[in-house]
Every structure is written in C-alpha cells, then in structure tokens.
C-alpha cells in the first residue's frame, strides 16, 4: 500500500487544488453580466437563431464522431500489439493484419460512399 500512497498525495492534492479554483473564481470573481456575456459564442461571429426545439443537426457529423471512435480504439489495439509483438510470434502478426485489413475494408466503404467529404 506505501507504493501507492504518493499517487494518493497527488490525486487528493490536484482534486484540492479543483475545488479550491472554482471555490475561489466564484467568490471574488467579478460579477457583471451582461446580455453579451451571457450569449452563446461562435467564432467571433453573432450567433444565428436556432429554432424552437434545436433544430435539425446534419448526420455527417455523427458518422465523423463514429468514425473518429473507431480509429481510436484500433490505435488502442495496437499499442499493447506492439509492446508484446517479439512474444506473439507469427500467429500475433497474423492477427493484428486480419485486424487492420477489417479497419481497412470499412475505412475504403466510408471514403468511396463520400464519408469523408464535407460539403
């Protein structure tokens, strides 16, 4: 348990130096709002109306959300691959190849459906 009492000291010492942060902006930090302060913030640019209900987000961004996560966890996948690759031999090689090949088919779908083209 003493292996881990310094990762402990760390955590209650960072989580401390949260609580002391948002503690301390919300008791002396100013506190004039205003209609500009209080609007959403677009770029710099006046933000448009949005419609009763929110309005209708195009797809396009989903699927480059689920394609983002996919990608990621074949990253994820990887790295304990290449820590351990001396000790899995040819049938480790093997695997990761029918791997990436899978990755690879639905990667080549998306880009020839338009996935990847913003319009």
């Known amino acids: 348990m003493e292996l ?3 990762v402990l000291a760390l955590a209650l010492l960072a989580a401390g130096f949260a609580v002391f942060s948002v503690i301390m902006s919300a008791a002396i930090g100013p506190k004039r709002d205003n209609r500009a302060k209080l609007d959403s ?3 710099g640019i ?4 949005q419609p009763v209900g929110g309005g209708r987000v195009p797809v ?4 480059t959300a689920m394609m983002f996560i996919v990608f990621d ?3 994820i996948f990887l790295y304990p691959w290449a820590v351990h690759f ?3 031999g040819y049938f480790g090689l093997v695997e ?3 791997f990436i090949a899978t990755v690879f088919v639905a990667y080549a779908y998306v ?3 338009g996935g990847l083209e913003w319009d």
Not at 46 to 49: A, H, M, S
Not at 60 to 63: A, L, T
């Open 4 to 6: 881990y009492t310094p």
């Open 41 to 43: 913030y677009e770029c």
């Open 46 to 49: 006046e933000p448009t109306p």
């Open 60 to 63: 396009k961004y989903y699927i």
């Open 73 to 75: 966890i074949e990253i």
């Open 86 to 88: 001396d000790a899995m």
């Open 96 to 98: 990761m190849v029918l």
């Open 111 to 113: 880009w020839r459906r």
